[in-house]
């Protein structure tokens, strides 16, 4: 969750790294072996102009494989920002994570 966290805020923010997307990989991974699936691209949600998936699976084999050191960060083109934000906001709808945990500190609080 600490991870989602901070991806959520970096994608909020637009201070979206390439960095990013190993972690956004690593996290659906993660997910989709809980969920038995073979692949993490079972977690990641089909759009309709993209009835086979393809294009976020690109995104995140190609921009999870380069050698994007978090030692020296490179930020994000603003159209990859844009795929990182639907991939990421999808996942989040899709599998209805706890936005109070999320969200901010205040909204956090209240609900603990």
């Not at 996290?27 to 072996?33: D, G, H, N, R, V």
């Not at 699936?37 to 995140?60: E, P, Q």
């Not at 494989?65 to 990182?84: A, C, I, Q, R, T």
């Not at 934000?85 to 209805?96: A, G, K, P, S, T």
Request: proline share 1%.
């Amino acid at each position: 969750m600490a991870l989602l966290k901070e991806l959520k805020k970096a994608a909020d923010s637009g201070e979206l790294y390439t960095y990013h997307f190993n972690i956004l990989r690593n996290i659906l991974e993660k997910t989709a072996s809980f969920h038995g699936y073979a692949h993490f691209s079972s977690c990641v949600r089909k759009n309709d102009d993209d009835a086979d998936g393809m294009i976020h699976k690109r995104m995140l084999d190609l921009l999870s494989h380069g050698n994007y050191s978090l030692f020296d960060p490179k930020e994000m083109v603003e159209e990859n920002k844009n795929h990182f934000r639907n991939i990421l906001n999808n996942f989040l709808e899709d599998y209805n994570f706890n936005e109070a945990i999320l969200g901010n500190s205040q909204n956090q609080e209240e609900h603990v």
